[in-house]
């Protein structure tokens, strides 16, 4: 037990060391701050450091990410969110600082081993906040239903929700000091992002998210645009990151580091299992953080189900985009988790002995089973850790985009797409910058120089990275194709170089079309036997496929009144390859000839260019779906072109050339997409209304024969006898007669109503015209009281 005296001496020394570290905003106090820590660390041993831990280390989390107050755990108070020494460091680009800094937090710094040292001994645990907690695990920890299921759910929170001893009615999450510091470090990137927005009006902060927040975002330690004179070694949170994943996430050679994970043998005394456990919960911490956040379908639905739970959270979490800001981080995170598919070459033979499921050793289609089983199957790869949040932060981003803002943060979501769709071009070679800027050495790779000379190119050995994500190869590209009709009018040129850009990765090479084209035929066959041998064999895939369809799109395409291109039933088979009218083939074409007639109104210095990456798409498009030739469309480019109406001129038109004028949406007309002539939130809520109502009142099932014929058979007339005529006296028993009668004809309505398909519609409610009339007769009754009120005076 430490002397009262030292202890009181280290309380005092860690509380005025907590703040100068407050109050360090320029460069030299920072640095001076710096040295301070370190030199406290060294003269302490690690059961003496309790008091720096408790008192100094939130302090020192909090003006490190500029996260307000002293503390680290409420929100900051000022609408504009304070700059913290990542910020400093950023904004005065001082290599020499950041240097400085990034030595106290490396992974081979004192502080670090200083929070292993006394994370082993258990001596301070940590409340981390829940309001900085991602939403749907704020929302699920707020319901006694869910909460028992988050921590099974949730791996990186096993073992770290408790009750909370001051309030016993609620619960609290409790972390290490490791544990604690990578929340925060997680939590960074997301804070900015919301804080960009807040800071503009923190007031209507929610009401803003959805348009604003794509518009207004600027550049910060973690997004893509940096300035051309911003030295890397700056961006201490990038390097941060790229270094703790580094230290702590291994992608060679993973079965090294779980020998036994896949028996019920005990490890051996040299075996340290606590790397394999850090490392998944830094992807999980990441993975959750920076994609899962906002999702408001969070988990895989089956297991969700198995465990009591029951997403999507409309109730709770808002259909908004993810978190603007992230792609610099997020491309960071996949590129390095991507690593272990390259660096263990992964196979196809590889794929078929682990199972036929091609998610990687997860339970098979319909199983039931528990997280807890996760651990004893061997870890080949991080890629399944990224499939499903990945695939659904890009597709939410597309879907919820604003209809009126900027693309840019869609195109930089879409730069992190076509990165995974290309695993084969990711090397250690990409990490160069990276790895000189962690060594402070120009451009000194790592060691593992072996694996940086790989073709560069599709191969056979990716067979099995395609079979697993073959969602972003089909599924994801219709859903893109649908983001770029709608907003084609916004920026043409680069919503077709995105186009072009995505159907030249697909066509890149012949032996991964041709492997795309027998998934999807084998997607699509109704019975195995049939068709050629590599079909045949891919068939067995079939079912996982359209199990991950359904899971990793849960609640993603169930509504269209937010003018989503696709309605809800367009892609559930993968019609990328379809020649009907909602299929890729015929979207393409249509797509092509809207882009030609958008591109009419670029400057005239563009247009050559713009026309030529027309004609570069039309080629790529005709080897794609096997030498279809786009028809052309006819132009005069002359300048004595006469004018024409916009909206003749940028009608949708079909595959022969022609105005679509006549054209009539053949979907469900209720959730057809908002038009021009609507007011869109009132439509949505008449629509939730009228979809209410229908499951209420049955009118969303047609009748059956079996329920036509008992109404057939049922007797039309009611049999009164003298007796029970003579009885009938007084007006109580009239209105009952009239209010059973008038139940007769609301029932015989209704099965009417079903017979036909007849369905109550609120929507015609919130055209612009309707809401003008009742606008207008509202004002005449209120103008014709006045009058009249005024004549009678």
């Given at each position: 037990m430490l002397p009262h005296s030292y202890t009181v001496d280290s309380l005092s020394q860690s509380q005025d060391l907590a703040s100068a570290i407050l109050a360090a905003s320029t460069p030299s106090n920072i640095s001076a701050a710096c040295s301070s820590v370190e030199s406290f660390l060294q003269s302490h041993t690690p059961d003496q450091c309790r008091h720096f831990f408790s008192v100094t280390f939130p302090s020192l989390i909090c003006k490190l990410f500029g996260f307000g107050d002293g503390t680290a755990s409420s929100p900051a108070q000022s609408s504009v969110p304070p700059k913290g020494w990542v910020d400093v460091i950023l904004g005065a680009n001082d290599s020499n600082l950041a240097e400085r800094v990034f030595s106290l937090l490396s992974p081979s710094g004192i502080l670090m081993s200083s929070i292993f040292a006394v994370d082993k001994l258990s001596l301070v645990k940590y409340v981390f906040p829940t309001e900085r907690l991602p939403e749907y695990?704020?929302?699920?920890?707020?319901?006694?239903?869910?909460?028992?299921?988050?921590?099974?759910?949730?791996?990186?929170?096993?073992?770290?929700?408790?009750?909370?001893?001051?309030?016993?009615?609620?619960?609290?999450?409790?972390?290490?000091?490791?544990?604690?510091?990578?929340?925060?470090?997680?939590?960074?990137?997301?804070?900015?992002?919301?804080?960009?927005?807040?800071?503009?009006?923190?007031?209507q902060k929610r009401k803003m998210f959805k348009l604003e927040s794509?518009?207004?975002?600027?550049?910060?330690?973690?997004?893509?645009?940096?300035?051309?004179?911003?030295?890397?070694?700056?961006?201490?949170?990038?390097?941060?990151?790229?270094?703790?994943?580094?230290?702590?996430?291994?992608?060679?050679?993973?079965?090294?580091?779980?020998?036994?994970?896949?028996?019920?043998?005990?490890?051996?005394?040299?075996?340290?299992?606590?790397v394999m456990a850090r490392a998944e919960f830094l992807v999980n911490v990441f993975v959750h953080y920076w994609l899962v956040e906002n999702d408001f379908s969070p988990f895989p639905v089956v297991t969700a189900k198995s465990f009591g739970v029951a997403p999507p959270f409309h109730s709770a979490v808002e259909e908004i985009p993810p978190t603007c800001g992230l792609e610099e981080v997020v491309k960071l995170l996949v590129k390095y988790l991507n690593l272990s598919w390259v660096t263990s070459g992964v196979g196809s033979e590889n794929y078929i002995e682990y199972g036929e499921?091609?998610?990687?050793?997860?339970?098979?289609?319909?199983?039931?089973?528990?997280?807890?089983?996760?651990?004893?199957?061997?870890?080949?790869?991080?890629?399944?850790?990224?499939?499903?949040?990945?695939?659904?932060?890009?597709?939410?981003?597309?879907?919820?985009?604003?209809?009126?803002?900027?693309?840019?943060?869609?195109?930089?979501?879409?730069?992190?797409w076509v990165m995974y769709l290309e695993p084969w071009l990711t090397s250690l070679d990409d990490l160069r910058d990276l790895e000189a800027a962690l060594n402070g050495s120009v451009k000194d790779v790592n060691k593992e120089e072996s694996y940086e000379s790989r073709v560069c190119g599709y191969t056979s050995l990716w067979q099995s990275y395609v079979i697993s994500n073959y969602l972003y190869y089909s599924s994801l590209v219709m859903h893109f194709i649908g983001f770029a009709h709608k907003f084609l009018h916004t920026d043409p040129e680069t919503i077709t170089q995105m186009i072009l850009k995505v159907m030249s990765i697909l066509t890149s090479s012949k032996e991964l079309l041709v492997l795309m084209k027998n998934i999807d035929k084998a997607?699509?066959?109704?019975?195995?036997?049939?068709?050629?041998?590599?079909?045949?064999?891919?068939?067995?895939?079939?079912?996982?496929?359209?199990?991950?369809?359904?899971?990793?799109?849960?609640?993603?395409?169930?509504?269209?009144?937010?003018?989503?291109?696709?309605?809800?039933?367009?892609?559930?088979?993968?019609?990328l390859f379809s020649d009907g009218e909602d299929g890729g083939q015929q979207l393409l074409q249509l797509f092509i000839l809207r882009a030609e007639a958008e591109l009419q109104a670029v400057p005239e210095k563009t247009l050559a260019e713009a026309l030529k990456?027309?004609?570069?798409?039309?080629?790529?498009?005709?080897?794609?779906?096997?030498?279809?030739?786009?028809?052309?469309?006819?132009?005069?480019?002359?300048?004595?072109?006469?004018?024409?109406?916009?909206?003749?001129?940028?009608?949708?038109?079909?595959?022969?050339?022609?105005?679509?004028?006549?054209?009539?949406?053949?979907?469900?007309?209720?959730?057809?997409?908002?038009?021009?002539?609507e007011v869109a939130w009132m439509a949505k809520l008449l629509i939730n209304i009228s979809i209410w109502a229908n499951e209420r009142l049955g009118l969303d099932q047609s009748e059956t024969n079996k329920e036509k014929k008992q109404n057939a058979e049922s007797v039309s007339y009611v049999d009164v006898s003298e007796e029970d005529a003579r009885n009938v006296a007084g007006p109580g028993d009239a209105a009952r007669m009239m209010l059973r009668g008038m139940v007769v004809v609301c029932t015989s309505?209704?099965?009417?109503?079903?017979?036909?398909?007849?369905?109550?519609?609120?929507?015609?409610?919130?055209?612009?015209?309707?809401?003008?009339?009742?606008?207008?007769?509202?004002?005449?009754?209120?103008?014709?009281?006045?009058?009249?009120?005024?004549?009678?005076y």
């Open positions: 695990a704020r929302f699920m920890l707020s319901s006694e239903k869910d909460r028992s299921a988050l921590s099974n759910l949730c791996p990186f929170l096993k073992g770290k929700i408790e009750e909370d001893s001051l309030r016993g009615s609620s619960y609290e999450v409790r972390l290490n000091i490791f544990e604690y510091y990578m929340f925060w470090l997680s939590y960074y990137p997301v804070c900015r992002g919301n804080n960009e927005i807040s800071a503009v009006n923190p007031i794509w518009t207004l975002m600027k550049g910060f330690p973690g997004s893509s645009k940096r300035d051309s004179d911003q030295k890397l070694e700056c961006n201490i949170y990038l390097r941060l990151v790229y270094a703790y994943l580094k230290a702590f996430v291994p992608v060679f050679d993973l079965n090294a580091h779980q020998p036994y994970r896949s028996s019920l043998l005990h490890y051996g005394n040299g075996y340290d299992g606590s499921s091609p998610r990687w050793k997860t339970p098979t289609s319909g199983s039931s089973f528990h997280v807890a089983n996760l651990s004893l199957r061997p870890l080949t790869s991080w890629n399944t850790y990224l499939q499903r949040p990945l695939y659904r932060f890009i597709l939410r981003s597309f879907l919820f985009c604003p209809i009126r803002s900027s693309i840019k943060n869609a195109s930089q979501v879409f730069s992190i997607f699509h066959s109704k019975q195995t036997g049939q068709g050629s041998s590599a079909v045949n064999e891919l068939c067995r895939f079939a079912p996982s496929i359209r199990e991950q369809l359904k899971d990793w799109e849960d609640g993603l395409c169930e509504s269209n009144a937010d003018g989503s291109f696709l309605h809800e039933n367009w892609n559930k088979d993968l019609k990456c027309i004609d570069s798409l039309k080629q790529v498009v005709s080897n794609f779906f096997g030498g279809h030739v786009i028809k052309p469309i006819a132009f005069s480019l002359e300048l004595d072109q006469p004018h024409r109406n916009r909206d003749e001129l940028f009608k949708p038109r079909g595959a022969s050339n022609q105005i679509a004028g006549g054209m009539k949406y053949k979907g469900d007309r209720m959730t057809r997409p908002v038009s021009e002539d309505v209704l099965q009417l109503m079903r017979r036909y398909g007849v369905r109550v519609n609120l929507r015609v409610m919130a055209s612009k015209k309707f809401l003008l009339l009742l606008f207008l007769y509202f004002l005449f009754v209120v103008l014709k009281r006045i009058v009249s009120r005024m004549i009678l």
